[in-house]
């Protein structure tokens, strides 16, 4: 009798175990599925308009954080030889195989990207300012539409992940700050006059686009202050609040 009831606490005891698990995985898996199930609709929508606001960012959010795992680099054996694979981003130097491992032991953190963007997005909405991602047949990532105070970002750029979107993002706010040191949102965009680090021929790399060929050299200069910058979040805010808000 001892030992029948003995087997019977064993048993109960691993079945709690393998329910628990059961619950776990399965909340897991569903957390998965909904991430790609996220990705898969932005993919094969064929006409697609969305409008960030304060009650759908998380939704962009996790599909930027989808993106970050499928492009983190990964190695993978096939056919019993070790191959490394990750997304090389535009303009971005070719990683070394030491780069690639320390990723893959040590992926990239992306909560203060996070971060900055709900920041920046909830200062924007509360300016008055829309923000629309779209699928465009433009050559261009984003941009700042000032007559009509909006940002529009390319569905495409979701797809190279958060900190790029944060990047691509606070690029957008230092031309809405320009815009801002004209005299209001709608004015057509003036320098800033920031520190360009490098000499301005070191940002004709990023001036490659066909959405750049016919602009005019003052807005080639307001474009490469703002790709100088652009990785300067805390700079950004600061920017906004003191060009765009302090009035």
Request: with cysteine; glycine share 2%; proline share 2%.
């Amino acid at each position: 009798m001892k030992n029948g009831y003995q087997n019977f606490l064993i048993l109960v005891a691993c079945f709690s175990f393998f329910l628990i698990y059961f619950i776990v995985k399965s909340e897991e898996i569903k957390k998965d599925f909904s991430q790609k199930a996220s990705i898969e609709n932005l993919n094969n929508a064929k006409v697609f308009e969305f409008k960030i606001e304060k009650n759908n960012l998380n939704k962009i959010l996790k599909i930027l954080k989808g993106y970050d795992y499928r492009n983190a680099p990964k190695r993978k054996i096939i056919n019993g030889r070790l191959i490394y694979s990750y997304k090389r981003l535009e303009n971005e130097p070719k990683k070394t195989l030491e780069e690639i491992e320390f990723l893959i032991d040590n992926p990239e953190q992306t909560k203060n990207d996070e971060k900055f963007i709900k920041q920046a997005v909830l200062l924007l909405l509360g300016s008055g300012v829309e923000i629309f991602i779209k699928d465009m047949k433009e050559d261009f990532s984003a941009k700042w539409v000032f007559k009509e105070e909006r940002i529009i970002f390319n569905k495409s750029s979701l797809k190279e992940g958060t900190k790029n979107f944060a990047n691509l993002l606070s690029h957008e706010i230092i031309h809405v700050s320009q815009s801002c040191k004209s005299g209001s949102f709608s004015s057509y965009p003036a320098l800033l006059n920031l520190d360009l680090q490098k000499p301005i021929n070191y940002y004709y790399k990023y001036l490659k686009s066909n959405a750049y060929k016919d602009l005019k050299e003052n807005e080639l200069m307001l474009e490469i202050e703002a790709y100088a910058n652009e990785k300067k979040h805390a700079q950004t805010l600061n920017l906004f609040n003191y060009f765009c808000l302090r009035n």
